[in-house]
């Protein structure tokens, strides 16, 4: 009976030490997801930002076809 008692203790033992390193690797995963929530933001702002000054730069920038001059091989 005791040789079982220290088997159980052992045993709920192991399975606590199990959860608190799977807890810590939840928290770093946590941890890391915010992070990488925070930088795909960033770059979607960015990338809208870019498409704006894009936009706006295209437009005064292109020529029309009657504005065009012929390319010098012609």
Known sequence: MNNELNEV???LIDLQIRLTHQEDH????????????QLITA???KV?????KLKSAGEANILS???ESPPPHY
């Open 48 to 52: 809208k930002q870019l498409e704006n």
């Open 9 to 11: 203790k052992e045993t």
């Open 26 to 37: 939840i928290h770093s995963l946590d941890k890391i997801i915010y992070q990488q929530d």
């Open 43 to 45: 770059l979607s702002d």
């Open 65 to 67: 076809a009657e504005e």
